[in-house]
């Protein structure tokens, strides 16, 4: 199946630098690999296929929070609450969202609150930090968003309290 391709270290050095892989570039800042974007990049939104777990724990969200869903990745399920104004995601072992992946910048990437919106926010990964399937230095998240951070995916779900507040209003 090509989704499930790995890409090898050549395909990596070929990607970025463009040589035939005869020559090596040595990195000390930063150990973070990157990967093959034509093919780990598909856009297939996930919504739909919540089980009940998931939907118990976002019908019980307090307001003003939003839950992250891991859907694909080495730790799919894993569920992380947003309920403070600053919530850092990375390989950096103190980040609020710690995925342990070479994928993964130490500090990729940050979620704010200003009230009931929650914006992403890039640190300049190395990979990038997508929603919704396209790359974004700074985007709002919204109801059901796919955001990808390395080879993490994961949905983004408001409490349902805000929710109705936003219809309402």
């Given amino acids: 199946m090509q989704d499930n391709h790995r890409p090898e270290p050549d395909d ?22 990157t990967f093959g974007h034509d093919s780990d990049l598909s856009f297939v939104p996930f919504g739909a296929e919540l089980n009940e777990a998931e939907l118990e724990a976002i019908e019980a969200l307090p307001k003003g929070s939003a839950l992250l869903i891991v859907r694909s990745g080495p730790t799919t399920g894993a569920r992380y609450l947003l309920d403070t104004d600053v919530t850092t995601v990375g390989r ?27 914006e992403l926010v890039d640190q300049r990964s190395l990979n990038g930090t ?14 059901g968003s796919e955001v990808r951070v390395g080879k993490f995916r994961l949905n983004f779900f408001v409490s349902p309290a805000d929710l109705t507040q936003v219809t309402e209003g």
Avoid: M
């Fill in 92 to 118: 950096h072992p103190e980040a609020d969202i710690f995925f342990d992946d070479v994928t993964v910048s130490r500090r990729h990437a940050e979620i704010t609150r200003t009230g009931n919106t929650f």
């Fill in 130 to 143: 997508y929603v919704n399937g396209e790359r974004a230095d700074r985007a709002t998240l919204r109801n």
């Fill in 12 to 33: 990596i050095r070929r990607a970025a630098g463009g040589d035939s892989g005869q020559g090596h570039t040595e990195r000390s800042t930063d150990t973070t690999q």
